[in-house]
Nanobody, 130 residues
Framework: QLQLVESGGGLIQPGGSLRLSCAASGFTSPYHVVGWFRQAPGKEREGVSCISSFDGSTYYANSVKGRFTISRDNAESTVYLQMNSLKPEDAAVYYC???????????????????????WGQGTQVTVSS
């Protein structure tokens, strides 16, 4: 059973940085994509970023490009989302999600389409406020 556990959320002032972690366990396929999504109250879920296990390719939403960086530690089966220059509009519950594939899959094929992801974490709250 694939499990995803997020951590690292909290309260941060505008312009600050946070690093979110997604600890993953139970992958049954070597080919998978792990993504970060966020949802603010009254807004639709947004795909923020994702990373492919196949080739390490990444995807970023335009709203976070240049400020957020996704990375992975294969040894620890953890995916990180480094968030810099945070803005009040970045405040949301951030979810880690994963999809497994029997075939190699690159991040650009999946992007921020939440419907493609099979497994979801419980979320971690990020609040950006002075």
């Amino acid at each position: 059973q694939l499990q995803l556990v997020e951590s690292g959320g909290g309260l941060i002032q505008p312009g600050g940085s946070l690093r979110l972690s997604c600890a993953a366990s139970g992958f049954t396929s070597p080919y998978h994509v792990v993504g970060w999504f966020r949802q603010a109250p009254g807004k639709e879920r947004e795909g923020v970023s994702c990373i492919s296990s196949f080739d390490g390719s990444t995807y970023y939403a335009n709203s976070v490009k240049g400020r957020f960086t996704i990375s992975r530690d294969n040894a620890e089966s953890t995916v990180y989302l480094q968030m810099n220059s945070l803005k009040p509009e970045d405040a949301a519950v951030y979810y880690c999600a994963a999809l497994e594939s029997p075939f190699p899959v690159v991040a650009g094929k999946v992007r921020g389409d939440g419907a493609l992801y099979d497994h979801w974490g419980q979320g971690t709250q990020v609040t950006v406020s002075s």
